[in-house]
């Protein structure tokens, strides 16, 4: 089994939506043998095995006779119902196991070898607020960007306002590796916990060719320990965001 694709056969409705056209196959094998049992007055075990072998019909009426034109158009029927309630299974099947996996797995696939086209990008890691603003105006501006995020609602917004987008914890090597960032110039840390945040300059500060990191913190005391850990540039917004309040207070009145 693919790996990472789990049937729901817990609460089973992958056996609930393929009961019809299993039913629908079995009637067609039933109908089917009642059928040549009853047109070559053959035995019902005979009947059967002209389902898997048609050529027996033809031995069967070159020694017999009947209505052989009547049994080979009804095994045409037969067959063809097998054939299309047979792919109607397989169909129903596929679907619910991979449950639009696959066209997700060949979007990600796409999306990943944009990426590794890409260098000399910013990496955006978190879609929250501050991490969507920051995407967007660089985005304005030209400059390339890849978001790592790991919240479904925020990657999808990631991805419908056309960012290259990897899905995943930003604190883990691979994840940022998937996002390029060996060949990035910058990273900016932009999730609302200050702690994760720390962890990502930690993580990224790693790389074969680090790129110039820049944490957002949601407290001074972080600013340290930011530091510490690597950050080239540290970010409170909030605080940015009431010096900007200051300088508008200040501002004479007109």
Not at 70 to 89: N, P, Q
Not at 97 to 105: D, H, K, M, Q, V
Not at 125 to 140: K, P, V
């Amino acid at each position: 089994m693919t790996p990472g694709i789990t049937p729901h056969f817990g609460d089973r409705p992958v056996l609930r939506r393929t009961l019809t056209p299993i039913g629908v196959f079995a009637a067609i094998v039933v109908a089917g043998i009642t059928g040549f049992a009853a047109l070559g007055n053959v035995g019902f075990v005979e009947a059967a095995f002209w389902l898997v072998d048609l050529t027996s019909i033809d031995l069967h009426f070159e020694a017999h006779a009947g209505p052989e034109r009547a049994t080979k158009a009804y095994a045409v029927l037969v067959t063809g119902g097998l054939v299309l309630s047979g792919l109607w299974i397989g169909e129903t099947v596929v679907t619910e196991l991979f449950g639009g996996r696959i066209p997700a797995e060949v979007s990600r696939a796409t999306m990943q070898r944009r990426i590794e086209n890409t260098d000399r990008h910013v990496i955006v890691c978190g879609y929250g607020m501050f991490g969507r603003t920051i995407a967007n105006r660089l985005a304005e501006a030209g400059q390339a960007v890849v978001v790592i995020e790991i919240d479904a609602d925020n990657a999808d917004r990631a991805r419908e306002d056309g960012h290259l987008l990897v899905k995943g914890d930003a604190r883990q090597e691979q994840v940022l590796r998937a996002a390029g960032v060996d060949r990035s110039t910058k990273l900016v840390a932009a999730i609302d916990d200050s702690n994760v945040n720390i962890q990502i300059a930690i993580v990224s500060g790693t790389a074969t060719s680090a790129p110039d990191i820049l944490v957002r913190v949601g407290d001074e005391m972080y600013e340290s320990v930011a530091k510490e850990a690597g950050a080239d540039e540290v970010v409170i917004p909030e605080v940015v965001s009431g010096e900007q309040v200051i300088g508008l207070l200040e501002r004479p009145a007109d």
